[in-house]
């Protein structure tokens, strides 16, 4: 640092001691965004509906940060790969995951060996949210969901079938909720992922099923393939405004769960960071290309939340999944 003295050449030598007295000055230097690309790597095989979802919103977060942006993806264990992945990246917002909510909450109360906790990262976006619907073989055609429970609740008859991706998974605990809380006798079948269920459905292997609603399932309705039951909701679902919910019936109430994907970042990247990216992420879901390719996928509508309201939403989900597998005993495997 340059001292500069105005008091005369009498005095110079004393000036210059009296800088070199002076405390080091610190020179804060502005942040510079990383030139690195951003990564966003993703908990499930390419092609499904998540990783489609985080594809749509590549190119305009390219856009808003002005640098690349590169999609990875990491699939397996419940999807907790992936985001034990991003927990050990560099924590600077240059690494994201896209994961489901439901098994970033529920693969450490179901696998043994994911040591992660939910709090652990912070919820910056959901970009693929839409309601969990009972659906039935077309072996079935009950009234509703009220025949549907007092058939399962008939100890004389053969047990129904209900199939799952799995031990831990969001439709294992819906399920096992779902007989919870009417006392209906139904036996667990798990499968490899939604395809194999669905394909379960269509050759009558299983009597029913918690499936997510997506454009193939809401055709297999349509088309009279399966049977919707009820919608796991306190409203009907646009795409099946004549299907009810499972609210509806006289045995199920307040019964909500859906799927939802969204982007997540480690906690520990800083808070200016994070509300950054949160902020980008909730303009390109709030855009109306965005809300179109949900419409297309039959998912809900997303509604840009706060950082608060991100994070009250967020707990709320993971205090309900740990509330619900404590109720229904559900171990660690």
Known sequence: MKFVCKLGRHFLTACIVAAATLPPVTIVHAQVPSSRPLVIRVAY???????????????????????????????????????????????????????TGNDMILSPLALS??????????????????????VTSADHAFSGIDALIERARKSD???????????????YLVGADFSASTNAHVLDVPYKGAAPV????????????????????LELIRTGKINAIGVANTKRNPYL????????????????YSAWAAVFVPASVPEPVAASLHKS?????????????????????????????SAAFYQAEID?????????????Q
Do not use: C
Not at 121 to 126: D, E, G, I, P
Not at 157 to 171: D, M, R, V
Not at 241 to 248: D, F, I
């Open 198 to 217: 669905i394909q379960a459905l269509l050759s009558r292997e299983i009597d029913m099923a918690f499936v997510p609603l997506a454009p193939n399932v």
């Open 281 to 309: 992420l909730a303009e390109i879901t709030g855009s109306s290309d965005f809300q179109s390719f949900l419409k297309d996928s039959a998912a809900l509508p997303v509604e840009p939340m706060t950082p608060v309201q």
């Open 157 to 171: 008859q053969k047990e129904l079938t209900i199939g799952s991706w799995g031990h831990g998974s969001a439709p």
């Open 241 to 256: 405004p004549k299907v009810p919910t499972l609210s509806e019936g006289k045995y199920l109430k307040n019964f909500v």
């Open 45 to 99: 095989p390419a092609g499904g509906p998540a990783d489609v979802a985080a594809r749509k919103i590549q190119v305009p977060l390219q856009a808003a940060l002005g640098k690349p942006v590169i999609i990875e993806n990491l699939p397996g264990a419940g999807g907790s790969i992936a985001a034990n992945n991003v927990l050990t990246a560099a924590p600077d917002g240059q690494t994201l995951l896209v994961t």
């Open 320 to 332: 309900k999944f740990r509330r619900i597998a404590k109720a229904v005993k559900l171990e660690p």
């Open 113 to 134: 060996q994911v040591k992660y906790k939910p709090e652990q990262y912070r919820l910056l976006a959901t970009i693929l949210p839409t309601d969990f619907t009972l």
